[in-house]
């Protein structure tokens, strides 16, 4: 599995970025977007599955950011609205098997096989 993540970039606080990550070859049943900030772990912030079930979102992100996916492109994107100071992060998008959104984002990052690269994301006050 291939993940690449793009979209990053400096935004001012308030401002908007959407993230992007492409898989080869392609997505599992649920996604999700993790993000490392410095000197803390990697946490799950916003994961979906397919079918009926309400994406997940972490407190910190709840009614500013935004994950979903396009099976037909085989990406799964991140719009980030609103965005603070404390948004800044490497972003890494992930796929599994996990039978809910909470689940993904309950996972430990080190339980992954591989990550991409992820993509910065730096928020100026």
């Known amino acids: 599995l291939r993940l690449v993540e793009s979209g990053g970039g400096l935004v001012q606080a308030g401002g908007s970025l959407r993230l992007s990550c492409k898989a080869s070859?392609?997505?599992?049943?649920?996604v999700g977007w993790f993000r490392e900030a410095p000197g803390k772990k990697r946490l799950g912030v916003a994961c979906l599955s397919t079918g009926s079930l309400a994406p997940f979102y972490a407190d910190s992100v709840k009614g500013r950011f935004t994950i979903s996916r396009d099976d037909v492109k085989n990406t799964v994107y991140l719009q980030m609205n609103n965005l603070k100071p404390e948004d800044t992060a490497v972003y890494y998008c992930?796929?599994?098997?996990?039978?809910?959104?909470?689940?993904?984002?309950?996972?430990?990052?080190?339980?992954?096989?591989?990550w991409g690269q992820g993509t910065q994301v730096t928020v100026s006050p």
């Open positions: 070859p392609d997505f599992d049943h649920t």
């Open positions: 992930q796929t599994g098997m996990p039978p809910t959104p909470t689940a993904m984002c309950a996972i430990p990052a080190p339980d992954f096989g591989s």
